[in-house]
């Protein structure tokens, strides 16, 4: 498995919390790892991200506060808390694996990346 696969997407009401998971790759244990969200007829923005350690992490302002992100390098594995859940959170979510072991927040530092978990939240 090289690619991604993220899991935990689904319908909340606004105000709640979801967790996303993100299964990647051993080979990913060293890599800075992310998560992105693309709302409809939006381009695809980052949300957070955090290093190859999980020493340093870095957050999107409209979800500053609110989401927080982990990783186990031993399971190979990101997560994404996000609490205080607004409609406009609304999107798909997707997981990816940096080209290096720092934290990026533009598109073109990550190589590969999951298929997607839809969050919708209601107003």
């Known amino acids: 498995q090289v690619l991604p696969v993220e899991s935990g997407g689904g319908l909340v009401q606004a105000g709640t919390s979801l967790t996303l998971s993100c299964a990647a790759s051993?080979?990913?244990?060293?890599?800075?790892m992310g998560w992105f969200r693309q709302a409809p007829g939006k381009e695809r923005e980052f949300v957070a991200g955090i290093n190859w350690n999980g020493g340093a992490t870095y957050y999107a302002d409209s979800v500053k506060g609110r989401f927080f992100i982990s990783r186990d390098r031993y399971k190979n594995t990101v997560s994404l808390q996000m609490n205080s859940l607004k409609h406009e959170d609304t999107a798909v979510y997707y997981c990816?694996?940096?080209?290096?072991?720092?934290?990026?927040?533009?598109?073109?530092?990550?190589?590969?990346w999951g298929q997607g978990t839809q969050v919708t939240v209601s107003s």
């Open positions: 990816a694996v940096g080209l290096r072991a720092s934290i990026s927040s533009a598109n073109s530092d990550y190589r590969y």
């Open positions: 051993r080979t990913s244990s060293n890599n800075a």
